[in-house]
């Protein structure tokens, strides 16, 4: 059978290269990087290199990335890092479209008396731009808001956003996971004061995760222990997954552009031949503003989970509404909050695609998917079917 990955908004191959780079970290240099020893001296410079890596793929500073777990861990640290830095005073606003590693932490500053503020999105996912504006009279604030979301690609203003809260007094973190190695992300020319990124949304392996912090931002570590990651991050190094991250910048900077040029063209064939071959679908989020490997479209009255059962037999492997929540039957937050019509929300596929995918692929999914929509269709209690 046919293996067709479309799902790479939950998680991506690791890049042969990236294992090839990890390798020795496992087997030969498996030092502590803060031994005084040679050991420890060998592997720090790998470590060095790598943060230097992420720093460089974003136009940070080496200085300004704390390496974490994994995304999750860079969204709550910075959320609450900030918050405790400014005396637990500070209201907190975010958006209703944020991935659960926000809104998690979010609400936990709620329940310790915060005051949170959700920013909603018109019918295209993007931002409103005049409600952020209202909530930031109140003066400054921890402010969180994605780069680009995990269910329909849309790109927020990240600019226009970081300008506002940045005349507001406030601080500014963004959630980038899924916008970094995909789209250009440059701290140095987007007023943003923390940044998160994921390993495995680029090609690196599971378990690793950076956090940028703009030099002079203030930032209370919610990790407490050794003084690893200049006092910023307790707890010791994980190189191999380390040196993962840092190879798979270094090929997301060198490559990125070409190969999102490709991916981009890839996803436009599946759309388009989606909705020629399938009646009844709609595209979800702003098609102008969006991740270039992103398609996520509504099959109306179908449950996207049979959808995605019987694309699971013919080999292709896509996903409704988020990986994280995937698994339960929660209609997606996203695009309820975008006001999408109950009948689309319960029929919304997404497809993510990566850079090892090929036209071939797409072609293949596009013969066996109307055979399936049409079969469903005629099962659907809300069609009228003769
Ligand atoms: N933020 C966004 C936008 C995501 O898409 C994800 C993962 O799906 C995360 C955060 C969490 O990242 P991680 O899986 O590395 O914890």
Redo the contacts with the bound molecule.
């Keep these: 059978m046919r293996n067709v990955y479309f799902d790479n908004?939950?998680?991506t191959q690791p890049a042969p290269e990236v294992l090839e780079a990890m390798q020795p970290f496992f087997r030969e240099w498996w030092g502590n990087p803060s031994s005084m020893h040679a050991f420890g001296g060998r592997v720090r410079g790998h470590v060095e290199e790598a943060r230097a890596r992420v720093a460089a793929l974003i136009g940070a500073e080496p200085s300004e990335i704390v390496f974490t777990?994994?995304?999750?861990?860079?969204?709550n640290a910075a959320i609450r890092g900030v918050f405790e830095a400014q005396g637990e005073k500070w209201p907190v606003i975010t958006s209703r479209v944020?991935?659960?590693?926000?809104h998690g932490p979010c609400c936990r500053l709620k329940e310790r008396g915060a005051r949170v503020t959700e920013i909603g999105v018109d019918g295209s996912g993007q931002l409103d731009l005049n409600r952020l504006a209202d909530a930031l009279r109140g003066g400054p604030a921890v402010v969180s808001m994605?780069w680009?979301?995990?269910e329909t690609g849309v790109i927020f203003p990240i600019q226009q956003i970081g300008e506002m809260v940045r005349a507001a007094g406030g601080v500014f973190h963004t959630?980038?996971?899924?916008a970094v190695g995909k789209i250009p992300v440059d701290v140095r020319q987007t007023p943003v004061d923390l940044l998160?990124l994921?390993?495995?949304?680029l090609h690196a392996p599971?378990g690793v995760?950076a956090l940028y912090i703009r030099k002079g931002v203030k930032f209370k570590p919610f990790m407490l222990g050794g003084h690893q990651e200049d006092n910023r991050r307790a707890g010791t190094e994980n190189v191999p997954y380390i040196v993962g991250l840092g190879k798979a910048c270094e090929m997301a900077a060198a490559h990125r552009e070409e190969d999102m040029r490709r991916v981009a063209a890839l996803r436009d064939r599946l759309e388009a031949g989606i909705l020629t071959t399938c009646p009844d679908t709609r595209v979800n989020g702003d098609r102008k503003n969006r991740l270039p490997n992103t398609l996520n479209i509504s099959f109306e009255f179908i449950e996207g989970e049979s959808i995605l059962y019987s694309l699971s037999d013919v080999g292709v492997a896509a996903s409704s509404g988020?990986?994280?929540t995937s698994g339960s039957l929660e209609p997606s937050h996203v695009l309820r909050a975008m006001g999408v019509p109950f009948t689309a929300v319960h029929g919304s596929v997404r497809f993510s695609l990566s850079r090892y995918n090929t036209q071939e692929e797409v072609d293949y999914t596009l013969e066996q998917l109307p055979p399936i929509i049409h079969r469903l269709r005629a099962l659907s209690p809300f069609v009228e079917n003769p």
Excluded: L
């Design positions: 908004n939950a998680t777990s994994c995304g999750t861990e860079s969204d944020e991935h659960p590693a926000v994605m680009a979301n995990n959630d980038a996971v899924q998160s994921s390993g495995h949304k599971k995760g988020s990986a994280c």
